[in-house]
Nanobody
Framework: QGQLVESGGGSVEAGGSLRLSCSGP????????WAWFRQAPGKGREGVAY???????RYPDSVKGRFTLSKDNDKNILYLQMDTLKPEDTAMYYC?????????????????WGQGTQVTVSS
């Protein structure tokens, strides 16, 4: 942990938008997978977006159509655009990476993590 740095969290009203950013070292922008996870108080860590070095992107149904993941390989930055936010999106959001291009949204498969950024959505 500590290899990645997130930013962009904050507080918004329901229906609003936020964009999270995650920067990391060069070696994690090679053949790797990246993901965003979130964890609400008292709940487990949930994967909300995935991308690999081939730009294969996946989302769970809970955020599909509202969240958009993108990656800037030149700047080593991962973005998560979150639109139409709901109160149930309130959580600590974490960026994570792993040195594998195979799909996974299981937190136990990721070895590099950021410190997290808080997202709070009020009704």
């Amino acid at each position: 942990q500590g290899q990645l740095v997130e930013s962009g969290g904050g507080s918004v009203e329901a229906g609003g938008s936020l964009r999270l950013s995650c920067s990391g070292p060069d070696y994690l922008f090679g053949r790797a997978s990246w993901a965003w996870f979130r964890q609400a108080p008292g709940k487990g860590r949930e994967g909300v977006a995935y991308i690999n070095s081939y730009d294969k992107i996946r989302y769970p149904d809970s955020v599909k159509g509202r969240f958009t993941l993108s990656k800037d390989n030149d700047k080593n930055i991962l973005y998560l655009q979150m639109d139409t936010l709901k109160p149930e999106d309130t959580a600590m959001y974490y960026c994570a990476a792993r040195r594998s291009e195979y799909y996974s949204l299981s937190s136990s498969d990721y070895h590099y993590w950021g410190q997290g950024t808080q997202v709070t959505v009020s009704s």
